[in-house]
């Protein structure tokens, strides 16, 4: 059974960090791409990045230059590591496996076919 669990969130000020974690069981998570998302409050969810083969990751325009995608192999776990955190990325944050293995890259939710069940990350002074 495929099972994508994300932990790690919470309450931030502006400027800091936080670092997410999506433990997969069901499958190997390095055969696929693993894509982070987030969905703020009256807004459609977003790509944020993916990483796929544990070292090829994509960012797409939230995470830029402040977030960083990893993976352990071995804990079968991605990350997101996130710096100078800004209120607007304020949001429930999830992890998701493509639909098919050894794919390319993708920002779009309809890409993904397992969800995590999210994990709150609230920007605030």
């Known amino acids: 059974q495929v099972q994508l669990v994300e932990s790690g969130g919470g309450l931030v000020q502006p400027g800091g960090s936080l670092k997410l974690s999506c433990a997969a069981s069901?499958?190997?998570?390095?055969?696929?791409?693993i894509g982070w998302f987030r969905q703020a409050p009256g807004k459609e969810r977003e790509g944020v990045s993916c990483?796929?083969?544990?070292?090829?990751?994509t960012y797409y325009t939230p995470a830029k230059g402040r977030f960083i995608t990893s993976s352990d192999n071995a804990a079968n776990t991605a990350y997101l590591q996130m710096s100078n955190l800004k209120t607007e990325d304020t949001g429930v944050y999830y992890c998701?496996?493509?639909?098919?293995?050894?794919?390319?890259?993708?920002?779009?939710?309809?890409?993904?076919?397992?969800w995590g069940q999210g994990t709150q990350v609230t920007v605030a002074s």
């Open positions: 998701a496996r493509h639909r098919y293995a050894y794919y390319t890259c993708s920002g779009d939710v309809r890409d993904y076919e397992y």
């Open positions: 990483i796929t083969r544990s070292f090829v990751n």
């Open positions: 069901g499958f190997t998570l390095e055969s696929y791409p």
